[in-house]
């Protein structure tokens, strides 16, 4: 009996998913544990893995598509089988195809110049071939039954008719709309590349050119979500922002010192982000009503030290966490940060690995960015923002002296804390900044 692939809930929060690219083609045979398709949340992309061996059968469903979780996208079973749900598995159907718009004609395009809203059926073998190729029957110009059947044939010549393209060009063709009918290949043997459809979104009609958008951003998946959720926390929130200039020299120095000497031994150079983790995780544990969330009418200090830490990654702002850094050294903490980092920039980070933050930093010193102001992570009740280290001069002793100055702003919500207890804490983060022998940074 074959046996249905759905999606699987990836965290408590996802409700639907958006399909990317099979790793497999209908009838496959495949293994238990092998992966059939990648999709991706409002944080990650995630593998769907089959849970039986045998062959697949895979569901009428495209890249791109959004489809709710535990929806089933295939069945696994024996190769007589076929993908149905509401009837019987075991036996193939002819399934009509609704046309909802008028095509040109096979001279012009591969695809059909059926009439508006005529019913067009496709054969078996021709939909296993078309869902081998993951096309949608609805373009291809149906020659059986004069004009009203989709036959294997059909589906072959559309194939043989279909320019040549890259899957990445593919890829970003359906993401901005080219038409790849419209697009002249410069790859070999006239294939058509990413840098081909580029040039065709640049060089787009004269009515798009004319029109105020060059591009339109769905707001689907992380952009989604950053949308949001920072206007959630603008208006739920009661922010304030507080600003403090620290003496970052020893600092600096006390990072040129680890670099030299435990890099090789670590495998990588401590990192300013790994030290100021280092110093936040020491101050909740001092200052814990700044580890703190609001829980319907109440405030709860938290007794786990959580760090949430920004990554900017092509998708889309990430902020993987890392838990207990109270309890880790600084080498511990760096290594855990640096393989979420890469699992975040290769859209990979479980749901796990984004949850359960207690407080967050984000750098963009690396930007070349001296102050800011952040927004609160909810459920949070604060976020560290960290600005570039720049070197100024400044009247000590009578004297006109060099130092690195590092501006820190801390944004909190006032609802859970108060401005001076607030301060308290930001100044403690300041004095270990200026005076990191206070901690032990092995």
């Known amino acids: 009996m074959a046996k249905e692939l759905f999606i699987p809930k990836l965290g408590q929060t996802v409700e639907e998913v958006t399909l990317q690219d099979w790793q497999v083609k209908d009838g496959d045979k495949v293994e238990k544990g092998q992966t059939i398709i990648e999709v991706e949340t409002d944080k990650a992309v995630f593998p769907v893995e089959s849970t039986a061996s045998g062959v697949v059968h895979l569901g009428p469903f495209k890249p791109g598509q959004v489809v709710p979780v535990l929806t089933v996208i295939a069945v696994i ?4 089988d076929v993908f149905q749900t509401s009837t019987s598995v075991n036996q193939p159907v002819e399934e009509p195809v609704q046309s909802t718009e008028t095509r040109p004609t096979a001279a012009a395009s591969p695809v059909s110049a059926v009439p508006q809203n005529e019913r067009v059926f496709i054969s078996p073998r021709a939909k296993k071939l ?7 029957w609805t373009h291809i110009t149906p020659t059986g039954d004069d004009g009203r059947r989709i036959v294997e044939q059909d589906v072959v010549k559309y194939l043989t008719s279909r320019p040549r393209v890259s899957p990445l060009a ?6 901005t709309g080219v038409d790849l009918n419209q697009v002249q290949g410069t790859g070999p043997g006239g294939r ?19 029109s105020e958008v060059i591009k339109v951003v769905p707001l689907t998946g992380i952009r989604g979500v950053i949308y949001s959720r920072m206007g959630e926390s603008t208006q739920q929130t009661s922010r304030v922002t507080l ?5 970052a020299t020893r600092f600096v120095e006390l990072r040129e010192m680890l670099k030299e000497k435990f890099s090789k031994e670590w495998g990588f150079s401590a990192g300013y982000n790994d030290l100021l983790a280092k110093i936040c995780g020491q101050a909740l544990r001092e200052f814990p009503y700044m580890n703190a969330r609001v829980n319907g009418n109440q405030i709860e200090w938290l007794r786990p030290i959580n760090m949430g830490m920004a990554v900017d990654t092509d998708r889309g702002l990430v902020v993987p966490v890392i838990k207990n850094v109270n309890e880790k050294s600084v080498h511990q903490f760096g290594q855990e940060f640096r393989a979420l980092v890469d699992k975040a920039r290769a859209g990979t980070l479980l749901p796990d690995e984004m949850n359960g933050g207690t407080f967050t930093i984000t750098n963009l010193g690396g930007n070349d960015v001296i102050a800011f102001t952040p927004v609160i992570n909810l459920p949070q009740a604060a976020i560290l923002g960290v600005g570039k280290i720049t070197p100024a001069l400044a009247m000590k002793n009578g004297q006109v002296v060099e130092y690195q100055k590092l501006i820190l702003s801390l944004v909190f919500d006032h609802r859970i804390v108060d ?3 607030a301060a308290r804490f930001l100044q403690w983060i300041k004095d270990r900044v200026e005076f990191p022998e206070l901690l032990g940074f092995d």
């Open 77 to 80: 079973g024996s190769a007589e």
């Open 130 to 136: 078309a869902a081998e190729n993951h096309l949608d």
């Open 170 to 175: 593919e890829k970003i063709a359906g993401a």
């Open 192 to 210: 058509i590349m990413k840098t081909d459809v580029l040039q065709a979104v640049r060089t787009e009609s004269p009515a798009d050119a004319a």
């Open 243 to 247: 600003f403090m200039e620290a003496d």
């Open 419 to 421: 401005g001076a207890p």
